[in-house]
Nanobody
């Protein structure tokens, strides 16, 4: 059974940092594009960051560029999202997702392009 399990969420003050982890199991994800999305109450799920299977290419939403960093450890089937300089508008449930990749440099940012999803972890940033 394929599973993506997010962890590392919590409550943090504005300006603080959190590191999210996503542990994948049930299949090998080393050739998958991995992404992070988030969904705030009453809003659609939105793209945050993605990383190619090689780790050599990343892509970020403009709202998090320069503050968030996505990385991956293929040996341990884990992807990370380092979040710095957090703002109250970053408050949301954060989801990890995996998409079948076709090249080492491919990244994706549409929810419909992803094949597997985790259940999410809550991030709350207080002002």
């Amino acid at each position: 059974q394929v599973q993506l399990v997010e962890s590392g969420g919590g409550l943090v003050q504005a300006g603080g940092s959190l590191r999210l982890s996503c542990a994948a199991s049930g299949r090998t994800f080393s050739r998958d594009v991995m992404g992070w999305f988030r969904q705030a109450p009453g809003k659609d799920r939105e793209f945050v960051a993605a990383i190619s299977w090689s780790g050599g290419r990343t892509h970020y939403a403009d709202s998090v560029k320069g503050r968030f960093t996505i990385s991956r450890d293929n040996a341990n089937n884990t992807v990370y999202l380092q979040m710095n300089s957090l703002k109250p508008e970053d408050t949301a449930v954060y989801y990890c997702a995996a998409a079948y990749g076709s090249s080492w440099y491919e990244v994706r940012w549409e929810t419909t392009q992803y094949n597997y999803w985790g259940r999410g972890t809550q991030v709350t940033v207080s002002s």
